[in-house]
T-cell receptor
Framework: AQRVTQPEKLLSVFKGAPVELKCNYSYSGSPELFWYVQYSRQRLQLLLRHISRESIKGFTADLNKGETSFHLKKPFAQEEDSAMYYCALTSLGNTGKLIFGQGTTLQVKP | NAGVTQTPKFQVLKTGQSMTLQCAQDMNHEYMSWYRQDPGMGLRLIHYSVGAGITDQGEVPNGYNVSRSTTEDFPLRLLSAAPSQTSVYFC??????????FGSGTRLTVV
């Protein structure tokens, strides 16, 4: 079965501090992992896709198959990063079934 | 190119009423999905479709029906609304080559 776990409901950091949002997954096949972001009362937007290995808005994420993790990192948090972040999983090649974690609210304090 | 359009944006229903949430996309995406978003629960998949005429259940399908007669449209039907279905509903569309595009959501309250 597919499962995504984000253990932190809330992560609060000061501006300029490093950020790591944790994501662990359970999946028996070859996974494809994503990070989505939702700013206050807006629609979800794609932030990162692991196979593209891009860095968006200073965020990066590396898929660790040994630890079944896909943690989101940013070296220096900005106030505009405050949002809800969701980790999501589908099978490699995307079979259409995209499962999300519970989400983590990132609060960046001035 | 409007992306993913959901209607209505807000709705209040009485227990037992039925209604259909509309979702349309103009990007010719194969995949479409419906999610509900609840505090502390994240987004949970209700139903999804990999093409016209093909639908499948997600994590929380009970109380909801879907159909996909065209590539563009993927309506979600609540047959007999219950207070437990009070939530924000998001529709999304995607392809094998990229991530999903989400609609702006429908805030549903069942009283």
């Amino acid at each position: 079965a597919q499962r995504v776990t984000q253990p932190e409901k809330l992560l609060s950091v000061f501006k300029g501090a490093p950020v790591e949002l944790k994501c662990n997954y359970s999946y028996s096949g070859s996974p494809e992992l994503f990070w989505y972001v939702q700013y206050s009362r807006q629609r979800l937007q794609l932030l990162l896709r692991h196979i593209s290995r891009e860095s968006i808005k200073g965020f990066t994420a590396d898929l660790n198959k040994g630890e079944t993790s896909f943690h989101l990192k940013k070296p220096f948090a900005q106030e505009e990063d405050s949002a809800m972040y969701y980790c999501a999983l589908t099978s490699l090649g995307n079979t259409g079934k995209l499962i999300f974690g519970q989400g983590t609210t990132l609060q960046v304090k001035p | 190119n409007a992306g993913v359009t959901q209607t209505p944006k807000f709705q209040v229903l009485k227990t037992g009423q039925s209604m259909t949430l509309q979702c349309a996309q103009d990007m010719n995406h194969e995949y479409m999905s419906w999610y509900r978003q609840d505090p502390g629960m994240g987004l949970r998949l209700i139903h999804y479709s990999v093409g016209a005429g093909i639908t499948d259940q997600g994590e929380v399908p009970n109380g909801y029906n879907v159909s996909r007669s065209t590539t563009e449209d993927f309506p979600l039907r609540l047959l007999s609304a219950a207070p437990s279905q009070t939530s924000v509903y998001f529709c999304a569309s995607g392809t094998t080559k990229g991530g999903y595009t989400f609609g702006s959501g429908t805030r549903l309250t069942v009283v």
